[in-house]
């Protein structure tokens, strides 16, 4: 400073004050010399004085020189209103469309509804089940979470003509079919299995009263990670892994060898689309060790998750369908079958489709796309529409139902059954396609052989006639 006022003895000082910010040039020695002291009580009443006017040593610029003012004077004032509400609009718009992105999963999956469901209890449910017997056991998914299983079917006892290991008394096993179940996420039982056990029960009371002890019959179905007891949460990866470890249980519990234990795969709205995942890895160029599938249910499915999104929400204004770029869950049976149709193991297949007649939640559409889309692309496919049904009740009214016992027994109960029936009523055999007068034949059967030789069944495979019957 003072190497400064030496080299500059003349200089006058001048200050500027803008917008709170104090420009000063340090004064000379002569102009210190030359200020004569005043009070201080003078000094700082003039001071504001001096602000605001010419001084010898100070500029005073204008601080709102230079600045903004927001004015509605451009705006008038009677569209500032609807402005204002636009533009909430358009917040609350956007803000609705970053949540369902974030919380897509909650939004799908809902694995709390309805309030305290993952607390439910097979026993709750048992006596609806009756005489189908299930059982709650836990397996751990491909990454390790615990995941839970529902195993169902009719208690075994000794039966006429069979041991109680399942094995008849002439050396050969009896037919075993194996049904893996995939839920769905209708209300009001969502997230919970227990709920879904009675109306599960109800195919295999009617296949055992149909077949008696020939053919067992056994559901295991799956509780997704996140659900019921499981642990974990939900999302599309999670689902496939714990769909993938269930079906490698089921082939190392049960021998599926494809002849004498068969597996069917049965799919349930969103479990539709897990079924033809699963069905998809299973038979991809990928597995190792693919597992034999012998049948797929596709019950209220629908074609993925971006068809539904503009089937449900067809207005344009409304932000849903314009979401399908951000989706973690796709679910796409279209894709699946596609894939699953370029395998000889898939294009031997048979598929049933279900749908309800008034489902509130899938249009018919979907399932009508599926239909076309699998006889397109040249696979087994039958269709079942249950008439008054909504999204929940098409395999509750018996309609369902016996459409599911009618595929079973159609495509895996052993023919040589119903040739017996008919040998030793003395009867030609039917048609291969009227199943209806078989089932009834086969009762008729039943009801012969208890009468003639005090409660023997019909036993096992190959034709044969009342006396070898008698034998047993």
Known sequence: MLLRLLISPTWKPTFSHSAAIIRSRTPTLQAIQNINPQPRSDLICSRFKRLTTSHPYYEIQNPSRGRRS?????????????????????TLWFYKCLMMVVFQNKIIYMPSIPPFSRSEKIEDYEMGCRPVHWEEKHICSLDGTKIALCIGSLSRRKEPGFLLNGQSRNGRGRKHVVVMYFQGQDIPNASSLPPRLPFLSEPLKSLYNKTGSQTQFTIVALSYRGYWTSRGRASQRGIEQDALAALRWVQNTYVLDGEHTRLVIWGQSIGAGVATGLLMQNLSSRATNPVRVNGVILETPFVNTRRMLEALYPQKWLPYRY??????????????????????????LPFLIISAAKDEIVPSEQAD?????????????????VSGALHTEATIKSEGQEAIVRFLLKKYVAKNTWNAAWVIRGKPEPEAGRWEEILLASSALHRDLRERFGGVKCLEAPPFHAASAAEA
Request: overall charge neutral; glycine content about 6%.
């Open 70 to 90: 927001l004015s509605t004077g451009v705006v008038p004032a009677v569209l500032v209103p609807p402005l204002v509400f636009v533009g909430l609009a358009l």
């Open 323 to 348: 979401l399908w770029p951000f989706l973690r869950s796709w679910w796409d049976s279209e894709v699946a079958l596609k894939a699953v149709a370029k395998t000889k193991p898939g294009r031997d």
């Open 369 to 385: 796309m599926l239909e076309q889309l699998a006889l397109e692309l040249g696979l087994d496919v039958s269709r079942q529409i």
